[in-house]
């Protein structure tokens, strides 16, 4: 009887052994690496707990002048997806594919989407910026300014993880579906926030041309001395033609962003008298415990601190 239930124990044992692999696979994450802080939240959201994201540029982090590391290209070389924007937003990212080696496939969150030109629709401001487009090509990149693209760049992201990973493909699919829902409402609060601003006073000035998709989907314009680049440096004739232009169109508010240096809207509201708004985050989060630490709170700050600005108040 002894010996039996030895031989009872050992089996139980080995199948315990035996089982472990299995099980520990199936707790691995898919490693997808996302090229900056606004794709890497829209992969959290659409993978859920099947995926474990590298981020490239973190929270903060301008991808514009962003310079990839070691580690970056350890993680690309390891990846089973890479998430990116396109559109020639980064312009480092070929040089890095290539130096990792990576075999996994890139996945354009812009495929479907049809850019603006970089300088498209701002006819208002000035010729200021113009000159700077060369540092995307001619395309702006910053497509996911509007809600309409953020579905796209979502459904994107469904299908290239249920490629990557097909036994995920149902929770891909109903993650999308449920965050897809989160994006309908959200629009809906973005636009009864600008129809709350008066018709006149719906423009503003923002340090780069990061929310041209934004001004086309949601009807505020936003003047801006530099290109689509924070690369681009304004010279001192394109902010004396911004600071007239302040004056004449009595532009209400100028903005700061996250992931540009304030001076050069501090010098054109002190030069224009415009008062300085809240701080716009465009082209990355804040961390966690911010105000921007998702898509959907960006936004909802972003349009929050314009509404705030430009809603009431002398012009």
Known sequence: MPNRRALVAGLAAGLALAAAPFAAFAQEKLPVVASFSVLADFVKQVGGDRVGVTTLVGPDGDAHVYSPTPADAKALAA?????????????????????????????????????LEADDDH??????????????????????QSIANAKVYVANIRDAL???????KAAYEANAAA??????????????????????????????DAFGYFVKAYGIDFIAPQGVSTE????????????????TQKIPAVFLENVTNPRLVEQIARESGAKVGGKLYSDALSDTGGPA??????????????E????????
Do not use: C
């Open 79 to 115: 990846a089973k997806l890479v998430v990116v924007n396109g559109l020639h937003f980064e312009g480092w990212l070929p040089r890095l594919v290539k130096s990792s080696g990576t075999k996994a496939p890139l996945a354009e969150a812009t495929k479907g989407i049809t850019p």
């Open 162 to 168: 249920s490629a990557a990973d097909p036994a995920g």
């Open 293 to 306: 630490g998702t898509y959907i709170r960006m936004m909802k700050h972003n349009i929050s601190e314009i």
């Open 123 to 144: 006819e208002d401001h000035g010729k200021a910026g113009h000159g700077h487009a060369h540092a995307h090509g001619h395309d702006d990149p910053h497509a996911w």
């Open 232 to 247: 681009a440096e304004a010279s001192a004739k394109d902010v004396a033609r911004i600071i007239r232009q302040v004056k």
């Open 179 to 208: 965050y897809l829902a989160q994006l309908d409402a959200l629009e809906g609060e973005v636009k009864a926030a600008v129809a709350r601003i008066p018709a006149e006073r719906r423009k503003a000035i923002t340090t780069h």
């Open 308 to 315: 705030k600005a430009l809603a009431a108040g002398p012009a």
